[in-house]
């Protein structure tokens, strides 16, 4: 199961506010202007700064 359409279309990046993207392997949220990714576990995205992943 994936996260829904619904709810990717009301979540934004915690740091910046803004848009996020579900990446290639549904498996993370990507904030481009932070250059962040928030990862998914068990269909729910963990939205915490600190938990967040700098993108390569």
């Given at each position: 199961?994936?996260?829904s359409?619904?709810?990717l279309e009301i979540l934004a990046c915690p740091r910046c506010k803004g848009e996020?993207?579900?990446n290639e392997g549904q498996?993370?949220?990507i904030c481009h202007a932070c250059k962040l990714r928030y990862e998914i576990r068990e269909d729910i995205p963990i939205m915490l700064i600190d938990e967040a992943k700098p993108l390569a």
């Open positions: 199961m994936t996260i359409k619904e709810l996020l993207i579900l498996d993370g949220l």
